[in-house]
């Protein structure tokens, strides 16, 4: 299972950005997909996340500027995000977690990672 992330770049604060991620490979199901960010000298941490039917959770600093978003027949989740502020700079890793085939326990697996900085 590879994750293929795309976007991201340098923005100004209170600009908006979208990074896109599509899954692809030996795919049975995905259960949950989504976004972590880590700065640096810091943990990687959700940034918001979206189940297979829909449910989506948000890390509490980005609700309200942050939405994600879920295309089950192609396997991609989006993240955009608006009001972007300094603090919000990281690097961007998708996540999804993944069942290469029937009956068994799906997996975490990781994009490789995109540079949002937020700057004037």
């Known amino acids: 299972v590879q994750l293929q992330a795309s976007g991201g770049g340098l923005v100004q604060p209170g600009g908006s950005l979208r990074v896109s991620c599509a899954a692809s490979?030996?795919?049975?199901?995905?259960?949950?997909m989504g976004w972590y960010r880590q700065a640096p000298g810091q943990l990687r941490v959700l940034v918001a996340s979206?189940?297979?039917?829909?449910?989506?959770n948000y890390a509490d600093d980005v609700k309200g500027r942050a939405t994600v978003s879920r295309d089950n027949t192609k396997n991609t989740v989006d993240l955009q995000m608006d009001a972007l502020k300094p603090e919000d700079t990281a690097v961007y890793y998708c996540?999804?977690?993944?069942?290469?085939?029937?009956?068994?326990?799906?997996?975490?697996?990781w994009g490789q990672g995109t540079q949002v900085t937020v700057s004037s």
């Open positions: 979206i189940t297979s039917g829909g449910y989506e």
């Open positions: 996540n999804a977690v993944v069942a290469d085939k029937p009956d068994v326990v799906a997996i975490d697996y």
């Open positions: 490979g030996s795919i049975f199901r995905i259960n949950s």
